[in-house]
């Protein structure tokens, strides 16, 4: 028999996720979405939640829970801000890989900090010639008297500029077939974030460049051994980034489907609420049976992860329909405020410009149909 | 270390208040099918006795009185920093207006070996009488201080709080054990924290009925309340808009004229 239902404890949670979002972040999203900056205050809110701490083991710092929780506590930050539930799952993208690739030694060293927010992570794989082919990777590695010596340039990196735990992802200069990820740290010689991206979305969600010019790395930060590199990124990718993803969307979707319904039932036309109208009723159906159908997905992925199962095709199939619901939804909640949709007083008009955002990152809807016809054709 | 009761009633989520139903034969609220949460001024007095634990040490105790589905409110309770938690909950309890409520948790309460301070909210979001906290001080026989905005002095046997009255507040000195009822402002209720819920996975819950209790069925719940509530009705709540027609004075002598009628000003 399947439950659908969530523990008392994962209840509890996500309460404590929605009550920090609502209290803790909610008050931040407006100047964000003004300056296209202001990340800083919600940065420090999600690491005083604990957030970042969430799947990191026990014995290490974190909490030790699964990646059903950090689904939950996802949806609910992405439900108050799209953009920083972003960096927080880009934050988490660049943890995983030091929780399943690193030596204890280099756990010791990064995963406690991380932990506790004093250090906040990214994951550095995109480059200038694309992010969904990351054999493209130029960025190079050359070693070099004990240490390896990193040259190239990596763009659309969310938390460029915050995260100064960096997984970066090189290739051989020597071999264009092997490559190798590096622990870098925001202080090293050569590290330097330079460009940093305004989107039509996520504003106030930090992207940008980084410059990685002679880069020294010491030898102790190659993380997963050399030439494993591209299983080392794609692994934490596949399901981590993607499932981030998930979450943001699933918190976009049921912030267009709230917003909507609230509008519908105070918005008087013809004398009565507009929810009362059956062109209303549909769209809010349509958003609703959209949230419910990506949840059972995303979060039986989520499931299968926790299980230690791999679920990268589950969070495909997840990804793709989360993040097109999302697009769908906001474009429903637009319409369904009328001319007050292309006010930007109200959140949908963000919800709008934020869901757009979320299709490219970790792997356009397109890339998704590719690894899911893979996933049924083998 | 200072051992503390908090008192909490699980409440109907008022996020859901349009959903909530009298029974028109108890003419009590039916909130079986409603979300139970924290009721607001109860998170007050926890957050007094957390922080009073974070000060200088203190073993808190949560009561709560209710049916089993207020376990998850416990939980909350003990997720959030509380170290026990007991649950009176038996059908016998049921129906209990604030007198009979009163004298139940002080029957529980009176199985503790020592209790020092007794924190409860002013009032709870359904019933909103105010009574629980007093009539638990009769109960024990404690002195009791209600509206507390302000714990000014806690250190030493002797307590100095400020008490709100209507337009100020009185100094109130109280010796303790003594039972507290506390107002929004004596704090800032924490929100619940992943660590915290953690933690809370070792801490149990004891469920309590008549038979711990050892009283009789006819001084708890619906039999031992001497409150009869004739009626309860919904309130309405309708928005219309009129436009004021006239000169500036004159429109300004209708508002004032409206306003007194609505007993505004």
Not at chain 1, 325 to 335: G, S, T
Not at chain 2, 224 to 253: M, N
Request: with cysteine; glycine share 10%.
């Amino acid at each position: 028999m399947i439950d659908f239902t969530f523990t008392e404890e994962q209840e509890l949670f996500q309460k404590a996720a929605r009550e920090h979002a609502e209290t803790q972040i909610a008050p931040h999203v407006s100047v964000m979405e003004e300056t296209g900056r202001n990340w800083e205050p919600v940065i420090k809110a999600i690491c005083e939640a604990e957030m970042m701490a969430i799947t990191i083991p026990e014995e290490y710092g974190g909490l030790g829970l699964g990646y059903v929780e950090r689904l939950l506590a996802l949806e609910e930050i992405g439900r108050i801000s799209v953009a920083t539930a972003m960096m927080m799952q880009v934050g988490g993208l660049g943890i995983e890989p030091i929780i399943k690739f690193a030596t204890d030694e280099q756990k010791k060293k990064y995963l406690p900090g991380l932990a506790s927010g004093e250090h906040f992570a990214t994951v550095a794989v995109t480059e200038p010639t694309g992010g969904s082919d990351p054999r493209g990777c130029r960025t190079t590695y050359k070693k070099q008297n004990g240490s390896y010596i990193l040259n190239g340039r990596k763009c659309f990196i969310t938390n460029s500029h915050i995260a100064d735990t960096q997984v970066v992802l090189a290739v051989d200069d020597d071999n264009p077939e092997a490559f190798s990820t590096f622990i870098v740290e925001s202080g090293m010689e050569g590290f330097k974030p330079t460009h940093i991206e305004h989107k039509v979305g996520m504003r106030g969600c930090n992207t940008g460049e980084i410059e990685l010019k002679n880069c020294k790395v010491p030898a102790e930060n190659l993380l997963g051994g050399e030439g494993k590199g591209m299983r080392v990124s794609m692994a934490s990718i596949s399901d981590v980034g993607r499932g981030g993803m998930v979450g943001c969307a699933m918190g976009l979707q049921k912030a267009c489907l709230d917003a909507s319904v609230k509008f519908a039932n105070e918005r008087i036309l013809y004398g009565k609420p507009i929810s009362r109208l059956q062109a209303i009723q549909f769209k809010l159906a349509d958003m609703k049976i959209d949230l419910d159908a990506g949840r059972l997905l995303g979060y039986r992925a989520a499931s299968i992860q926790d299980k230690g199962e791999r679920s990268g095709n589950e969070f495909a199939v997840a990804k793709y329909y989360t993040t097109e619901a999302a697009q769908r939804a906001a474009k429903m909640a637009v319409d369904i405020h009328g001319g007050y949709g292309c006010m930007e007083e109200y959140a949908v008009t963000r919800y709008l410009r934020d869901s757009y955002v979320l299709g490219p990152s970790a792997g356009t809807s397109d890339i998704m149909k590719v690894i899911v016809s893979r996933w049924v054709l083998s | 270390m200072l051992s503390i009761v908090v008192c909490v009633k699980a409440v109907p989520d008022p996020k859901e208040a349009d959903k909530i139903r009298i029974d028109p034969v108890t003419k009590s609220l039916t909130r079986l099918d409603l979300p139970l949460v924290i009721n607001s001024l109860d998170q007050n007095a926890l957050e007094a006795a957390l922080q009073f634990k974070e000060r200088f040490g203190a073993h808190i105790t949560v009561f709560s009185m209710g049916p089993p589905s207020a376990g998850n409110v416990m939980k909350e309770c003990l997720a959030l920093g509380a170290d026990v938690g007991i649950l009176l909950s038996d059908p016998a309890f049921a129906g209990a207006d604030a007198l009979a409520t009163a004298f139940t948790l002080a029957q529980a309460i009176e199985k503790l070996d020592e209790v020092d301070v007794v924190l409860c909210g002013r009032a709870s979001s359904d019933g909103a009488t105010e009574w629980v906290g007093p009539e638990l001080a009769i109960f024990l026989e404690m002195p009791v201080v209600s509206m507390v905005s302000e714990f000014v002095e806690t250190e030493g046997p002797c307590w100095q709080v400020k008490s709100d009255i209507e337009n100020g507040y009185r100094l109130m000195q109280v010796e303790l054990p003594a039972v507290f009822t506390v107002t929004q402002d004596v704090n800032t209720p924490r929100t619940l924290s992943f660590s915290g819920i953690i933690k809370a996975r070792k801490k149990e819950i004891t469920t309590w009925g008549l038979v711990d209790l050892g009283e009789s069925a006819q001084s708890v719940g619906l039999k031992g309340s001497p409150t009869i509530v004739s009626d309860l009705t919904y309130i309405e709540s309708k928005r219309a808009c009129q436009i004021i027609e006239g000169t500036l004075e004159e429109k300004a002598d209708i508002l004032v004229a409206k306003l007194v009628e609505a007993g505004f000003i």
